[in-house]
């Protein structure tokens, strides 16, 4: 065999068997209207070294894009918002004194084997609790916080001149956690302290990642139908707050962003994306004709 047919075929190999090879992740939608297009696209917040570089049509859409929409720019850190994050987490005795007594050991026991003082239960209030814990199930599946998907577009679009803008904001952000109600949050966390210890709560980190990983979307629907119709404390506030209270606003800045600007793209988490009142079923009540691309 010719030399030259011997190094295309290496070369060939080594492109199939390289596994930051650009594949279709998550879901990518294109929303039509007002005469513009916007391509929609669903991230996860923590990630790991091989989902990059994302999908050539991803990386397109913003490089073609005047303006990228994240629920709110993760590459701006400021002092000021690292100590209204402290202030909003710190806890009271009336807050530590409301927590159900059956919870304390198992709540001690979860912190110690992590490694974490038990007091940090006197410190932190219950939704930050909550927080902790499972960003610490995410890291030790490997998950990190900096490779999250909305960072790496974020830090892309700056590095292309394409402006960055926020649908929401941290301190919004913030006081969806903050404003539960404190009986609430002690149920939450005690839900969560039940799934963790059962397995549940890291099977449904697996299946979101994976299902993101490989744009799984029958994985994906099947998980928004789980949150759905789970009975759960957990599950109802996840899916009615921290989701369905949120697209309404959500789709209501990206139909007014599509208006104004003819080409751009947003970026917001996966499950905004899924489920019953996601924001391309809303897009679509708005009148606009959203495609998904895969």
Known sequence: MPRRIIIILLAAFSLLSNPAWAVERGALF????????????????????????LDDSVTRALAASSTLALEFDPTVQTAELATMMRRAAATTPAIVAAMPPALGPRLTRRLEALGAPATLSTQVKPWMLIVTLATVEYAKLGYRPELGVDAYLAKLAHSENVKVIG???????????????????????????????????????????DGWAKADHATLDALARKFE???????????????????????????????????TMAAVGLMHLIGKDSLPALLRAKGLKVEQLY
Not at 235 to 261: C, V, W
């Open 30 to 53: 294109k929303v039509s209207g007002h005469d513009h297009t916007m391509f929609l696209f669903g991230t996860i917040h923590m990630g790991l070294p091989e989902f990059f570089p």
């Open 167 to 209: 649908l929401e904001t941290a301190e919004g952000q913030l006081d969806l956690l903050d404003r539960l109600p404190v009986a609430d949050q002690w149920t939450i966390l005690d839900e969560t302290l039940a799934s963790l210890d059962s397995g549940e709560a890291q099977q449904d980190v697996k299946s979101l990642t």
């Open 229 to 263: 119709t789970d009975p759960r404390l957990s599950s109802q506030i996840m899916q009615r707050r921290f989701l369905t209270e949120r697209n309404g606003p959500m789709a209501d800045k990206l139909d007014g962003l599509l208006a104004r600007e003819k080409n």
